[in-house]
């Protein structure tokens, strides 16, 4: 017997409230779809996410430093690199060629703010780029402040808008 979903649509392996899952085949199992039919467009995908501190963390941060080093800045490179090595970390990832990966770190009064930015020129989007960047660096201030703060929560982490591809800009609404 086929189950129905909550809007009424039956339930099939690769589908949610009827839509299809792109990474799953009709019988359920994990794929990697096929993109070279695609075509190449310019695509970017901006994500976020916060660290939460102590305030002894953030005057560390916004003062004489905490005792690691400057972790902002070594939060940024493994960011980066987070980036350009996402398709290791996620199975299904294609590896694509990573044009531009900024990554803005703001120290705010109860943590860090982390927002990224990945672009390409590429047949598939840049979306799980981004988020790996982002919670790689999240991971990252987390290392270097530990010492200090070793209840630091990482929140948050989330696609805020995208562009590019045939299915256009997305923002969070």
């Known amino acids: 017997m086929t189950e129905t979903t909550s809007v009424g ?3 099939v392996p690769g589908s949610v409230d009827g839509a299809a899952l792109t990474h799953l085949d009709s019988r359920g199992a994990a794929r990697m779809v096929d993109v070279s039919g695609k075509d190449v467009t310019v695509r970017s995908a901006t994500a976020s996410g916060f660290v939460r501190t102590s305030p002894v963390v953030v005057g560390l941060l916004r003062g004489e430093g905490v005792p690691k080093g400057d972790a902002l800045a070594v939060a940024r490179i493994a960011g980066i690199q987070a980036a350009k090595r996402t398709p290791d970390l ?3 990832c294609h590896p694509i060629a990573i044009h531009g990966v900024v990554v803005d770190l703001t120290v705010e009064d109860d ?3 982390i927002r990224a930015t990945v672009r ?5 989007g840049v979306e799980m780029e981004a988020l ?3 919670a ?5 201030v987390v290392d270097m402040v530990k010492a200090v703060d070793r209840a630091a929560v990482i929140t948050d982490v989330q696609v805020e808008k995208k562009s590019g591809g ?3 800009p997305w923002h969070r609404p």
């Open 90 to 92: 996620v199975p299904l």
């Open 111 to 113: 943590g860090v703010r």
């Open 136 to 140: 790689a660096a999240a991971l990252t």
């Open 9 to 11: 649509q039956p339930d």
């Open 166 to 168: 045939r299915s256009g």
């Open 132 to 134: 790996t960047c982002v």
């Open 120 to 124: 390409t020129a590429d047949r598939t």
